[in-house]
């Protein structure tokens, strides 16, 4: 049965997971919202159950282990039988050549027989447009070719030719290397490729996590979010997605399904605001450019909550037929209706994101009032939107109403362009965006309030409560020691916890009641927690949570409370920030120890 202990592989460019047993279960091309030609994750057609894997199986497997080659995103992964154990490295290649980033559209595989001499099978199974279509199948003397309409891939490999197209089992005595890929001659032989680009992979990705600004106290578990989220980043555009996966279920036979391989302008902005705090600033530039050329084709001031990540407006939402889904719960979709979506906070988040541009003096790159007068443009539909319904973080898709988290955010775009314009020696728009922000936040501290509920709500004048509120101690709408602030927390525990987790609110929503709980809720409730002095119990919440990684420090959307499994998209990015956020917020300072 499949489940979501797996390990994720990439270059910025394209991404694949692997399961325990050396897997290639997913992997989207020629991006991370393209055709999965691997996608056993979600099953395969009916007529081919087999098909839509990478594997390298060893006869008569005992047993097993995976783990990533220290501060870096190669993944080795050790199978072992009666006859030996064979150790598989896998990784997207990444480095610098000549000033600039190599990360092609490329997938390598060594495979090291390290006790004896196992027998292993290579099953190399590509399917195309979604399932729907079988590769055509042309090869050579030390390459094969899997042909579809719109895309050949081609795998160089050192491996006996005809063993991998048999799918006929041998004895591994040397290195054997496979290279999956463009279908293109390699400059090298496999070999020496996969050499040369794993020792250039690994060199750069050591040399990124050692510029990180790490906490004192749970530095391996910071570095593996934040890698995991720099191979999130969508680097020819900019885009971050907020996971790689489309599908997962939030929780079983849920229908919740959905396809999360686009860029959310909201989950971005906490993408940012994480690697920024460990001083890995390049994705914020490459973001903020991705960021102000939707700025620049936003229609009437309009912005979606989401977008594709070259910008593609439309994303269609649509069920595939050929794929049953995960464990068999589909449906599979492609695309996400909350495109067509009114989310009023998405202004604060991009605000939000483009803000520290600003202020940042390390920065290649500058923002400067031409930049600030189209980031008016959206202060001023945030603004008028703030005490309009919407369909809120959570995306709802029946009902709206005027939501708490979304005002709230509206409040911050207002606040941050005050900040902006008084970096920029510009009082007079400092003092017009203090004043909005003030009416704002007015409005929040008014209507938000329940008596009834010693709480704030999930709305204004409403009494359900939702786990998004705990923002406002994030954004700094209140002060930690207010105590309607210390109230909410304490109610929103007694409802919403469950143990170290969270549920995103209590109502029902359009699917009933949430079964599973979201991660980066849990998050924000140890933020909170912090914040207004309960410290210690959030230390050892988050050491729960940290248990509840899969066995390479990576988190899905959701888990469930009883059992801690995981459910929804993979590897979710929200989850990854709450870690790097959890460990920042709470760690002992260095001058504990030194």
């Keep these: 049965m499949r489940n979501l202990d797996l390990g994720l592989i990439g270059n910025c460019s394209v991404s694949a997971l692997i399961d325990r047993q050396g897997q290639v279960v997913w992997c989207c091309l020629p991006r991370f919202d393209g055709d999965p030609v691997f996608h056993a994750l979600l099953g395969a057609p009916a007529s081919a159950p087999d098909d839509g ?9 005992t047993g097993g282990s995976q783990a990533y080659v220290e501060n870096t995103a190669i993944l080795r992964t050790t199978l072992r039988a009666e006859g030996g154990a064979i150790e598989i490295t896998d990784f997207c290649p990444r480095f610098y050549v000549r000033d600039r980033v190599f990360r092609p559209q490329m997938l390598i595989r060594r495979v090291v027989p390290v006790e004896g001499n196992p027998r292993v099978r290579i099953r190399v199974r590509p399917r195309f447009d979604y399932g729907s279509r079988a590769a055509s199948i042309t090869y050579g003397s030390n390459h094969i070719r899997y042909v579809g309409d719109k895309l050949t891939l081609r795998l160089t490999t050192d491996a006996p030719i005809d063993y991998v197209l048999e799918e006929t089992a041998f004895k591994v005595t040397e290195p054997i290397h496979l290279v999956l890929g463009p279908d293109e001659t390699l400059a090298e032989g496999p070999a020496e490729a996969a050499h040369v680009f794993r020792e250039n992979t690994a060199n750069y990705w050591r040399g990124w996590t050692h510029r990180l600004a790490l906490p004192l106290e749970w530095q391996d578990a910071v570095i ?22 489309t599908s997962i279920p939030e929780a079983p036979n849920s229908v919740r399904n959905w396809d999360y391989r686009y860029c959310w302008v909201r989950d971005a902005f906490f993408v940012l605001r994480a690697l920024n705090s460990l001083s890995a600033v390049r994705t914020m530039e490459n973001y903020f450019r991705w960021l102000m050329n939707i700025v620049d084709d936003a229609l009437g001031g309009h912005i979606q909550p989401v977008y594709g990540i070259a910008l593609e407006r439309r994303l269609t939402e649509r069920t595939i037929r050929d794929l049953p889904g995960y464990r068999g719960m589909g449906p599979v979709r492609v695309g996400n209706q909350a495109h067509e979506h009114f989310q009023n906070d998405t202004y604060g988040s991009l605000v939000l994101g483009a803000a520290p541009v600003f202020f940042d003096s390390r920065l290649f790159m500058t923002a400067g009032p031409a930049d600030f007068s189209q980031l008016e443009v959206l202060g001023e539909r945030a603004f008028y939107l703030h005490d309009k319904p919407d369909a809120g973080v959570w995306e709802l898709r029946s009902r709206a109403r005027v939501h708490t988290s979304s005002s709230l955010m509206c409040w911050a775009a207002c606040d941050r362009l005050a900040k902006i314009a008084t970096r920029l020696d510009q009082p007079q728009r400092a003092a017009l965006w203090a004043e909005r ?38 954004v700094g709408f209140l002060p930690p020691n207010d105590p309607r602030f210390v109230a909410t927390v304490e109610r929103i525990e007694e409802v919403l916890g469950a143990g170290p987790h969270l549920l995103r609110y209590e109502e029902a929503d359009d699917f009933g009641t949430p079964e599973t709980a979201f991660n980066i809720c849990a998050f924000w409730r140890l933020d909170a927690l912090a914040r207004i002095g309960r410290r210690e119990q959030a230390r050892e919440k988050f050491e729960e949570l940290l248990r509840v990684r899969n066995h390479l ?42």
């Excluded at 593996?224 to 996966?245: D, Q």
């Excluded at 009494?463 to 923002?471: E, K, Y």
């Excluded at 959307?557 to 009883?562: I, K, L, N, Q, R």
Aim: aromatic letters at 8%; charged letters at 20%; glycine letters at 6%.
């Design 437 to 474: 922000a003030k009416t704002i936040r007015d409005a929040i501290l008014a209507r938000a309030w329940s008596d009834k509920r010693q709480a704030f709500v999930e709305s204004f004048d409403g009494t359900h409560l939702d786990a998004s509120v705990l923002l406002m101690g994030e």
């Design 224 to 245: 593996r979010a934040a890698i995991t989220l720099k191979m999130c980043a969508y680097e020819p555009t900019g885009a971050i997605v907020a996971a790689m996966t």
């Design 553 to 594: 420090g990576l988190m899905s959307e959701d888990t469930d409370p009883s059992t801690n499994e995981a459910w929804g998209n993979f590897p979710q990015t929200y989850s990854m920030v709450g870690i790097i956020n959890g460990a920042m917020r709470l760690s002992r300072p260095w001058d504990a120890v030194v």
């Design 53 to 61: 894997v990478f594997a390298v199986e060893i006869e008569n497997q």
